[in-house]
């Protein structure tokens, strides 16, 4: 594999240009009082690439239990875990990873202390004596490098095929490498599993993260089958080691490990595969003020990417189509809030009627289509019924993005790089059979 070429340099200017091309894109039409129709045009022709990618309910897994029974071998695999002060669930999810069924051979659980001050460290040196399979390195405080760091401080270890990342407070099916075995047969791409919530019935917030997950999930495999771009999520994500050893490991300079990886397999032209059946479950944050931090890391992390590898991204390593996907996405997730932003503004200073209404509009036509071809019939948690509130609260939930962006568009132009991980707090919630 060929290095790809990584920009990092200029995070702030980059920033300030893309935030003032954005805005502008936004209060031109109110400038030059051309009304609503570019927004009527940018809306058609980005729901023409996008709305395609909801458009069919996700295929079942069941081919690969059904494979299963032809499988004779299985592929090694080591399960690694960065975790920083995860006292409240890290004994959980050993005993998770120690129900796996899958040879005992083959399956190595790998967990990284990463500097924590509350206690993860003793508990993991205390199961590390009862398990052999379980292995603990330990971090100091001052080690650098975030997510990233940790997991390439194990990297070095392992003598797997494949890894499993999961999160700390994940949970998942015993059965599931058993089940997911044919698929590990073949290492000519990345798994993301379907991320699920075992905590949504806690309130209106984790019922709406509960469906956000699992559209998100529908629509990446409706990306794949336009031949678009598949990506990691950070939890529950199979990576073939050797292919990520090609790539370089984990980047240590980014505070979203996924993302950037996502980027780097593209570009290498290793594909991801999301499986539907069996997800990983996790635990969703229960505040507004945790939600708000997490999306803030999640969206500084998604525009830092494109920031970093857009040489890369322009060149002939992505083909056309796979191009046209990366660059729809882009322009829906990170452009248009800015542009909503950009026609709030003109709208304010021209005392005029918002001008970029179609775009929302059809955002909001595209959650809700998902949403509606979203199976609400799965292994692992349930996602939570599609109706009444829940559908209004995804709905807002979906347009608080249009906050989220340009605020950490605004805060990468102005601010240096943050230089703490802002990690997100888990409390400890089982998940229910």
């Not at 980059?14 to 109110?30: C, E, I, R, W, Y």
């Not at 595209?366 to 996602?383: D, I, Y």
Request: glycine share 8%; charged share 20%.
């Amino acid at each position: 594999m060929n290095p790809v070429a990584c920009w990092e340099g200029g995070r702030r200017r980059k920033a300030a240009l893309f935030a003032a091309t954005s805005l502008l894109l936004g209060l031109l039409p109110h400038w030059l009082h051309g009304g609503p129709w570019p927004a009527v045009v940018a809306a058609i022709l980005l729901g023409r690439h996008i709305f395609p990618t909801a458009g069919r309910p996700p295929e079942s897994d069941s081919s690969s239990t059904q494979a299963l029974c032809s499988s004779t071998t299985s592929s090694p695999v080591d399960v690694l875990v960065a975790a920083k002060n995860e006292a409240a669930v890290i004994e959980q999810l050993v005993n998770n990873l120690l129900a796996l069924r899958y040879g005992e051979e083959q399956l190595q659980l790998w967990i990284v202390d990463d500097g924590s001050v509350d206690g993860t460290g003793e508990i993991l040196d205390r199961l590390q004596e009862q398990h052999s399979s379980l292995h603990v390195i330990h971090r100091p405080s001052e080690a650098r490098g975030w997510k990233s760091g940790a997991l390439n401080a194990v990297l070095p270890h392992l003598k797997g095929e494949w890894l499993l990342v999961l999160d700390a407070d994940a949970q998942v099916d015993p059965e599931l490498l058993e089940r997911l075995n044919p698929l590990l047969k073949d290492s000519s791409r990345a798994l993301q599993l379907r991320k699920a919530v075992h905590n949504a019935d806690c309130n209106l917030l984790t019922r709406a993260q509960a469906v956000e997950m699992a559209v998100d999930a529908l629509i990446q495999q409706g990306r794949i089958t336009h031949q678009g771009c598949g990506e990691l999520r950070g939890n529950g994500q199979f990576i073939p080691r050797q292919t990520l050893l090609r790539c370089g490991g984990f980047n240590e300079a980014t505070i979203t490990d996924d993302l950037d990886l996502t980027m780097r397999l593209q570009l290498h032209g290793v594909p991801i595969a999301v499986v539907w059946d069996p997800p990983v479950a996790e635990e969703a944050v229960s505040s507004m003020g945790a939600l708000w931090r997490q999306h803030q890391r999640w969206a500084e992390g998604g525009l830092q990417r494109f920031f970093d590898y857009w040489p890369a991204l322009l060149s002939s390593r992505l083909k056309p189509r796979l191009k046209r996907d990366v660059l729809a996405f882009f322009l829906l997730q990170y452009v248009q809030p800015l542009v909503m932003a950009g026609d709030v503004v003109g709208a304010v200073v021209w005392r005029s009627p918002p001008l970029a209404w179609p775009l929302t509009t059809m955002t909001l036509l595209f959650t809700v289509t998902a949403m509606a071809r979203c199976p609400l019939a799965n292994s692992g948690p349930p996602v939570p019924a599609i109706r009444g509130s829940t559908v209004l609260m995804t709905l807002v939930y979906v347009l608080h993005w249009s906050l989220i962006i340009p605020l950490a568009t605004m805060r990468m132009a102005l601010k240096p790089k943050h230089r703490v991980w802002d990690k997100t707090l888990h409390g400890g919630v089982t998940a229910e059979a």
